[in-house]
């Protein structure tokens, strides 16, 4: 189970789920992308059809059925992946369920997920641009994650407090490993290419697999998301657009 997480937005958490999803279906893989995002943008960028139910409505329910879950909230999509989707009500959790009064609030999601874990080979779950409640519980379920990065000034600096919060969470997922970071929206300057080795020689440094694989910047991403299908679908011979299955293969050996 791998959550996507990043501090900030745009940094192609969302683009990345729902492709490293769609990636891994396209190798034969049964996989469920759980949208834990209010902003519900990975729901709107692989479903169209109208939802019964989505994460808030079984959002910390112990005890759901596997069954129950796949036929009253999880939905099939025309990706070849399975949809536990998001929806604005999911901002409640963050104001309901505050981590810092009781550290059982971190378990809701892990709970949530636990009668389905077995269907799936991966579980992909993207989460928001903050660190708050839903981003602690994506962590909390997880096996790994895996996080963003976009090369900018301080691109590493600013993964300091998501590491910190790595750590804490550690108290309730003792094993959560840091599967690696990957650079995103990559462009062909001599400012990327000096920031990129930067950042691969300090999170080296600190321990921290940088991938080999790079996503590059083009406009393909948004306008996959756009028709409502994951890139590595829409635009399946573009090569900075494939670079998702070189990461699927490089991240889970698939
Ligand atoms: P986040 O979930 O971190 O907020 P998104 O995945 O929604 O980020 O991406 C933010 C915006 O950047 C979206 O419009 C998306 O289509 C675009 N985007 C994502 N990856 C790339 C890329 N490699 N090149 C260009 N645009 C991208
Ligand atoms: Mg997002």
Request: hydrophobic share 50%; charged share 20%; aromatic share 8%.
């Given at each position: 189970m791998v959550a996507l997480a990043m501090e900030k937005g745009g940094v192609a958490k969302t683009t990345s789920?729902?492709?490293?999803?769609?990636?891994?279906?396209?190798?034969?893989?049964?996989?469920?992308?759980?949208?834990?995002?209010?902003?519900?943008n990975a729901t709107a960028a692989c479903y169209s059809k109208e939802l019964e139910g989505d994460l808030y409505t079984v959002y910390g329910e112990d005890e759901l059925t596997a069954e129950a879950l796949m036929n009253n909230v999880i939905v099939e999509t025309e990706h070849g992946f399975h949809l536990l989707p998001s929806s604005r009500d999911l901002?409640?959790?963050?104001?309901?369920?505050?981590?810092?009064?009781?550290?059982?609030?971190?378990?809701?999601?892990a709970k949530?997920?636990?009668?389905?874990?077995?269907?799936?080979?991966?579980?992909?779950?993207d989460s928001p641009p903050n660190l708050g409640t839903l981003t602690a519980n994506?962590?909390?379920?997880?096996?790994?994650?895996?996080?963003p990065l976009q090369p900018e000034m301080h691109a590493v600096d600013g993964l300091g407090s998501l590491i910190d919060t790595i750590s804490k969470v550690?108290?309730?997922?003792?094993?959560?490993?840091?599967?690696?970071?990957?650079?995103?929206?990559?462009?062909r300057n001599s400012l990327h290419r000096d920031i990129e080795e930067d950042a691969r020689s300090s999170l080296t440094e600190m321990g921290v697999k940088v991938f080999d694989t790079?996503?590059?910047?083009?406009?393909?991403?948004?306008q996959a998301a756009d028709r409502g299908r994951p890139a590595v679908l829409e635009?399946?011979?573009?090569?900075?657009?494939?670079?998702?299955l070189d990461l699927v293969e490089e991240a889970f050996d698939v």
């Open positions: 789920a729902v492709n490293i999803a769609a990636a891994l279906a396209l190798k034969g893989k049964r996989v469920l992308l759980v949208d834990s995002d209010p902003q519900a901002s409640g959790i963050e104001g309901e369920a505050l981590l810092k009064d009781n550290p059982a609030y971190g378990l809701l999601l949530t997920l636990e009668p389905v874990r077995d269907l799936f080979e991966y579980i992909i779950i994506a962590l909390v379920a997880a096996t790994d994650v895996m996080i550690r108290v309730l997922n003792p094993y959560l490993n840091i599967a690696g970071i990957f650079l995103t929206m990559v462009e790079k996503i590059k910047r083009t406009i393909k991403f948004g635009f399946p011979k573009h090569h900075s657009v494939r670079a998702y």
